[in-house]
């Protein structure tokens, strides 16, 4: 268990940095998965960051890139696992994958699943991030062997995985072994969600990426009048009182989320460098009910009005 990253900015572009994760995934990852030989061109070239979190048997690989990847040799290893792609930038292709019968085009935006036996070559975009799922054959195969599974990364069962895989990201250095083991279970079964297109919002273990897909959702549509717990949870194909649930054991309620975050991003471009946002203007950008409503709201949140906020040395 535990996470470990390589990044051009800290270790030295091309082959420094790929060298680095690869010397490292080798020592923890390399007896389960064998990672394939990579183009020269993909070593001396290399620009960006990548960083793996291991959960037991399971791993998630996060690539953020400024130059293409290309494998050259993928060797002859006998797999059984279970691969899920996530496109979240650029695109990625797996040179016909043996379920498949022809190439698997990933864009941005989509996932891409399948029963790995071999090792597929694939190669990316110049500009690519993405996630890579490796979980062990017996959890999945019965759901994709032999019929690999694609969809949009915004399906609700996708971004509730997404925010469980985020909040694994932050917290793999500080859990046990039995919130570990706990982290990886409900990682597989919310890619079951994801293979089916369903999860349990009644779980438990779910309630805590629920209410991360909800904050998500929110920080991406601060401005958005239609903002509300019933737009989110209908987004999330869930009910609203589902919703209020996922958030009765944390510190705020959902709509105080989303006031917090308004307020924060309209404390942000008050004392942004030249910024010339009036308070009437900042109200209706975040749809405060009037200037008075967004004053008394700021004041509360900063002890301070907007105009005094504003003034306040950087």
């Known amino acids: 268990m535990g996470t470990f990253t390589a990044d051009a900015d800290s270790t030295g572009p091309g082959r420094r940095t790929w060298e680095s994760f690869v010397d490292t995934w080798n020592a923890r990852m390399g007896d389960l998965y064998p990672l394939p030989e990579f183009s020269s061109s993909t070593l001396d070239g290399f620009q960006g960051a990548m960083r793996s979190v291991t959960l037991q048997d399971t791993a998630v690989n996060e690539l953020w890139g400024s130059s293409t ?150 920080d991406a549509r601060l401005t958005d009048a239609e903002l509300s717990p019933a737009t989110v949870a209908a987004h999330l194909h869930v009910s609203v009182r589902t919703l209020q649930r996922a958030f009765a054991g944390l510190d705020e309620s959902f709509s105080a989320y989303i006031r917090r975050r308004r307020l924060e991003e309209a404390a942000q471009a008050l004392t942004a460098p030249g910024s010339r946002l009036t308070v009437s203007e900042a109200a209706a950008r975040w749809h405060f009910t009037d200037s008075s409503h967004f004053i008394r709201a700021f004041k509360k949140q900063y002890q301070a009005t907007p105009a005094q906020y504003a003034r306040r040395p950087t």
Not at 93 to 101: A, E, K, V, W
Not at 175 to 199: C, Q, T, V, W, Y
Not at 203 to 216: G, H, S, V
């Open 69 to 218: 990847l290309r494998t050259q040799a993928v060797g002859t290893h006998e797999h059984d696992h279970i691969r899920l792609y996530v496109v979240l930038r650029g695109a990625m292709t797996l040179r016909d994958p043996h379920d498949q019968g022809g190439d698997a085009h990933i864009s941005t935006g989509t996932y891409f699943t399948h029963h790995v036996v071999t090792e597929n070559h694939f190669h990316t975009t110049p500009e690519i991030g993405t996630r890579i799922f490796i979980f062990p054959g017996d959890a999945l195969r019965s759901l994709v062997s032999g019929k690999p599974r694609a969809g949009q990364a915004t399906s609700p069962a996708a971004q509730v995985l997404m925010a469980h895989t985020t909040m694994i990201q932050r917290t793999v250095s500080d859990l046990g072994p039995a919130a570990a083991h706990a982290s990886r279970n409900a990682l597989l079964e919310l890619a079951k969600g994801l293979i089916l297109d369903h999860f349990d919002d009644r779980e438990p273990t779910f309630t805590p990426a629920l209410a991360q897909a909800a904050k998500d959702l929110a």
